[in-house]
């Protein structure tokens, strides 16, 4: 069930197929409502199932300000303890917020279970997930970089050297490991992901002049799946969390326009930031693309947060201000979800208008509404896509006579 956290090892690819049980805990914040905090939930249980964890159980703690020793106080520690107690084949307590290392371990020798905070659990997947080279170094240095603060608190529960969720990626075969060595090979991983990315800017470069078309947003809304419709290629795409690390590239021409077109790693919230900072090599096809075709999945009850979360993203990779076209995908979901059965045609249409036009006032961005899996408005996002490609050449090519 993974690695044990030895240092220098490579990450164990591959979700584990013997299930672990776990409960959830997430907070209630004068920032967070509970309707808020229900449905992040859902999103972490989602996330568990991805890494392999069945929960069995939920508990929410209303709080001003964080306990310091057990984040969620004394008196939640004892419930949870208890419910623990009745069901011995828990073994995993999962947090919606990042621990520190002392919590972590004052946590677990309370409750005498794995504890995983979400940062953990999302480097898991990761490390799960990673298929090339750069994947894997760009999650073993984030890795590396979550560990490094928490090293005091968390070497007395790595002792144990357990495996499974949160215990995968990288460790020492020796306890006695310290910051230094931590240090040493966060340079040694830095370095390897610089040389490798001077080979992807020579291969970006070699691409030509093409317009470059980025698929960005959140996860699990469908951005594979519409890569695989556009690109009429076969990238992988699965109904889980973070299906795709690597960026995949295709070219494509419509109509004797060429251009290339991107997928890129989802979004989602409190990615941790040294995640961000790892795969910002691998982001780099985003920043450096000059279109955004952003995926949004409107049959999610939060996907206008989704939208934000993915925004701000692209805010801290300085590659928001492009031209940018909303797709609202999964239209059939979002009928089946929210129309009544005896609703007839023209009250169906008369919702839409209204919700695009809302939607169109609220983001402002250029929009257009399909569903990948049906291929439902597939042909009037290929054409509003090929106008913004089409402009884009102009823009870059002004003096040069094309026939597009």
Do not use: C
């Given at each position: 069930?993974?690695?044990?956290?030895?240092?220098?090892?490579?990450?164990?690819?591959?979700?584990?197929?013997?299930?672990?049980?776990?409960?959830?805990?997430?907070?209630?914040?004068?920032?967070?409502?509970?309707?808020?905090?229900?449905?992040?939930?859902?999103?972490?249980?989602?996330?568990?199932?991805?890494?392999?964890?069945?929960?069995?159980?939920?508990?929410?703690?209303?709080?001003?300000?964080?306990?310091?020793?057990?984040?969620?106080?004394?008196?939640?520690?004892?419930?949870?303890?208890?419910?623990?107690?009745?069901?011995?084949?828990?073994?995993?307590?999962?947090?919606?917020?990042?621990?520190?290392?002392?919590?972590?371990?004052?946590?677990?020798?309370?409750?005498?279970?794995?504890?995983?905070?979400?940062?953990?659990?999302?480097?898991?997947?990761?490390?799960?997930?990673?298929?090339?080279?750069?994947?894997?170094?760009?999650?073993?240095?984030?890795?590396?970089?979550?560990?490094?603060?928490?090293?005091?608190?968390?070497?007395?529960?790595?002792?144990?050297?357990?495996?499974?969720?949160?215990?995968?990626?990288?460790?020492?075969?020796?306890?006695?490991?310290?910051?230094?060595?931590?240090?040493?090979?966060?340079?040694?991983?830095?370095?390897?992901?610089?040389?490798?990315?001077?080979?992807?800017?020579?291969?970006?470069?070699?691409?030509?002049?093409?317009?470059?078309?980025?698929?960005?947003?959140?996860?699990?809304?469908?951005?594979?799946?519409?890569?695989?419709?556009?690109?009429?290629?076969?990238?992988?795409?699965?109904?889980?969390?973070?299906?795709?690390?690597?960026?995949?590239?295709?070219?494509?021409?419509?109509?004797?326009?060429?251009?290339?077109?991107?997928?890129?790693?989802?979004?989602?919230?409190?990615?941790?930031?040294?995640?961000?900072?790892?795969?910002?090599?691998?982001?780099?096809?985003?920043?450096?693309?000059?279109?955004?075709?952003?995926?949004?999945?409107?049959?999610?009850?939060?996907?206008?947060?989704?939208?934000?979360?993915?925004?701000?993203?692209?805010?801290?990779?300085?590659?928001?201000?492009?031209?940018?076209?909303?797709?609202?995908?999964?239209?059939?979901?979002?009928?089946?979800?929210?129309?009544?059965?005896?609703?007839?045609?023209?009250?169906?249409?008369?919702?839409?208008?209204?919700?695009?036009?809302?939607?169109?006032?609220?983001?402002?961005?250029?929009?257009?509404?399909?569903?990948?899996?049906?291929?439902?408005?597939?042909?009037?996002?290929?054409?509003?896509?090929?106008?913004?490609?089409?402009?884009?050449?102009?823009?870059?090519?002004?003096?040069?006579v094309k026939k597009w």
């Open positions: 069930m993974g690695n044990d956290w030895k240092m220098g090892e490579r990450p164990q690819n591959g979700i584990k197929k013997a299930a672990e049980y776990a409960v959830l805990v997430g907070v209630i914040t004068q920032e967070q409502t509970e309707d808020q905090v229900n449905e992040y939930l859902d999103e972490l249980e989602f996330l568990a199932l991805t890494a392999g964890a069945a929960t069995l159980e939920r508990f929410v703690q209303k709080l001003t300000h964080p306990d310091p020793k057990t984040f969620i106080g004394s008196g939640k520690v004892a419930l949870i303890g208890q419910f623990l107690e009745r069901h011995e084949e828990i073994n995993l307590v999962i947090f919606d917020d990042d621990l520190s290392g002392k919590q972590v371990n004052l946590l677990e020798k309370e409750l005498k279970v794995k504890i995983v905070d979400r940062s953990s659990l999302i480097l898991d997947i990761f490390a799960s997930r990673a298929q090339t080279a750069q994947a894997k170094t760009q999650v073993e240095l984030a890795q590396m970089q979550y560990l490094l603060p928490r090293l005091r608190g968390l070497w007395t529960h790595l002792e144990r050297q357990r495996g499974g969720i949160g215990m995968r990626g990288p460790g020492e075969k020796e306890i006695e490991t310290d910051r230094r060595i931590v240090r040493d090979k966060i340079s040694l991983l830095k370095k390897k992901l610089e040389k490798i990315d001077q080979q992807n800017v020579t291969m970006r470069k070699q691409r030509g002049a093409m317009i470059r078309v980025s698929l960005v947003g959140y996860t699990n809304v469908g951005k594979s799946t519409l890569m695989n419709l556009l690109a009429k290629s076969e990238v992988f795409a699965e109904n889980k969390l973070f299906a795709t690390l690597d960026t995949t590239v295709r070219k494509i021409a419509w109509e004797n326009t060429p251009f290339l077109v991107s997928d890129t790693v989802g979004f989602i919230r409190k990615l941790p930031h040294h995640l961000i900072e790892s795969f910002k090599s691998t982001l780099d096809e985003v920043r450096e693309s000059d279109i955004l075709l952003h995926i949004v999945d409107i049959a999610h009850p939060y996907f206008a947060d989704q939208i934000r979360t993915v925004e701000e993203t692209l805010e801290s990779l300085d590659a928001r201000n492009k031209p940018t076209l909303l797709v609202f995908n999964k239209m059939d979901l979002y009928r089946k979800l929210n129309y009544d059965a005896l609703l007839e045609e023209e009250g169906k249409k008369e919702i839409e208008t209204n919700l695009k036009e809302q939607l169109r006032r609220e983001f402002g961005y250029e929009n257009v509404y399909i569903s990948a899996t049906s291929r439902e408005n597939i042909e009037e996002l290929r054409q509003k896509l090929l106008k913004m490609v089409r402009d884009q050449y102009i823009v870059r090519y002004p003096h040069e």
